[in-house]
């Protein structure tokens, strides 16, 4: 049977439509390398941008591998600044510019071009172009002909350009013109992060500078102080000693002469005299703790704590106080002398700071966790009110007690400053009229540790 007219054209069309697929099968086949290069290019951006710390590096990261992508001779990444019109080349070269140096943006092109100018211009042919700014004139006389730039807003006052020039006519084609553009989106966003991080660094740079300036001034002043404190104090006991001794002096020898008055006047002084030679004894007990060296080492707290009891006998008698310690006593890192002298100015409040006719009573226990030692001297004194308990810890705090209760106020400054020497730490918990329990809390021995 004779095949129709119609049939014929069917077979012709099926053939048509087997050859074209044939064709498009054989043109994606020859570009899948070029597709796999290219995302193979873009992730290698990717990585690279990410790397990379600065705008500069993140920059040449881009230039220097997109070169595998878009044939051009010349490139460079270009940051503006609206606000200050000046223009930094990040990467590449342009107009014999090289990356690192800062021109004037109208060196490049002027202001109302680029804030004009579309986010991809594309120039086939710079010598066709009826008006050619000063770069591109530049450019047609090296003898590049095509011309492509990206551009990026990046802050309000900031734009990033991406340019591409040729030697050839129509050098880059529409996928380069493609690949172009998201290489110029990854630079700016990157490069945005970039420039808040380098800001950040900046501040962060400046602060610590301020700080350690104020530091360093602090230190200075805090030496200067210490010293001052130390000397003034040093210089009244001489003087302090001549009163002392002329008014005993005069006592003595003139007291048959002298009414009952006069003698208490002169008994005032030397009450007087005897107050600020304590004051000034603990002045410089509190300035030695600064100036001092420290060594610290292994201690043994019975030791310390026997020692600090034999010192204040005399008191402790005087007062018919209870001192009760219990063991175990843990080693700790420290410096003795500090740590008995912290240890026997707790003790001496302890037994001094009770309500009338009350026996002092004193707990000295300690507590060991895994590297601390915490010791506990615990009282049954008249307490301390908790907006208080700070700061009886600062220099010459009375808290309203000199009238009843004898001393200086230096006493728990010199325990904080002693305990602290010795990288330790010192507090107090305490209700009125319920005794206080002050804890120094110390570097525990390494040969307690795992025991």
């Not at 066709?128 to 730039?149: C, K, N, P, V």
């Not at 009110?385 to 010459?396: A, V």
Request: proline share 3%; hydrophobic share 45%.
């Amino acid at each position: 049977m004779a095949m129709s007219t119609v049939d014929s054209n069917v077979i012709d069309l099926i053939k048509m439509a087997g050859d074209r697929d044939m064709t498009e099968r054989k043109q994606a086949k020859k570009a899948l390398p070029r597709l796999n290069q290219r995302l193979k290019t873009l992730q290698d951006i990717n990585r690279a941008i990410l790397k990379a710390e600065s705008s500069q590096e993140i920059a040449h990261a881009a230039l220097s591998r997109m070169s595998r992508l878009i044939p051009y001779q010349e490139a460079a990444v270009v940051l503006y600044n609206f606000e200050t019109g000046e223009a930094l080349v990040l990467a590449g070269t342009i107009d014999n510019q090289p990356a690192g140096t800062t021109v004037s943006m109208n060196d490049i092109l002027s202001t109302e071009v680029l804030r004009q100018q579309e986010q991809i211009c594309y120039v086939k042919d710079i010598a066709a172009l009826e008006y050619r700014t000063i770069l591109l004139e530049r450019q047609l006389s090296q003898g590049l002909h095509s011309f492509l730039a990206i551009s990026s807003l990046i802050e309000e006052n900031l734009m990033s350009e991406l340019y591409l020039f040729a030697p050839q006519l129509a050098a880059f084609n529409l996928e380069h013109q493609a690949i172009a553009r998201e290489v110029a989106n990854q630079l700016a966003v990157a490069i945005q992060q970039a420039q808040l991080w380098e800001q950040l660094q900046r501040y962060a740079a400046e602060l610590e500078q301020r700080v350690t300036q104020r530091t360093a001034a602090l230190v200075e002043a805090n030496q200067e102080l210490e010293v001052f404190t130390h000397t003034v104090s040093h210089d009244l006991q001489a003087p302090l000693r001549t009163i002392q001794g002329f008014t005993e002096l005069l006592l003595k020898k003139y007291n048959d002469r002298i009414d009952a008055n006069g003698q208490n006047y002169i008994q005032t002084i030397l009450n007087s005299v005897q107050k600020l030679n304590t004051l000034i004894s603990d002045l410089l007990d509190y300035s030695q703790m600064s100036r001092v060296t420290v060594n610290l080492r292994e201690v043994e707290l019975s030791t310390v704590i026997n020692t600090a009891l034999a010192l204040l006998d005399f008191d402790l008698q005087a007062r018919n106080a209870i001192v009760r310690v219990t063991p175990p006593l843990p080693k700790v890192t420290a410096h003795f002398a500090m740590l008995m002298q912290a240890i026997a100015n707790l003790i001496s409040n302890a037994i001094k700071y009770v309500a009338p006719n009350v026996q002092p009573e004193v707990h000295i226990y300690a507590q060991t966790t895994q590297e601390r030692v915490r010791l506990w001297i615990e009282d049954n004194g008249i307490g301390i009110h908790p907006r208080n308990q700070e700061r009886i810890f600062r220099p010459f705090e009375r808290l309203g007690l000199s009238k009843i209760y004898p001393g200086t106020g230096m006493g728990l400054a010199i325990v904080r400053r002693a305990v602290e020497r010795c990288e330790g730490s010192v507090g107090v918990i305490s209700t009125i009229g319920e005794g206080s329990r002050f804890w120094i809390e110390l570097p525990q021995s390494e040969h307690n540790q795992g025991l």
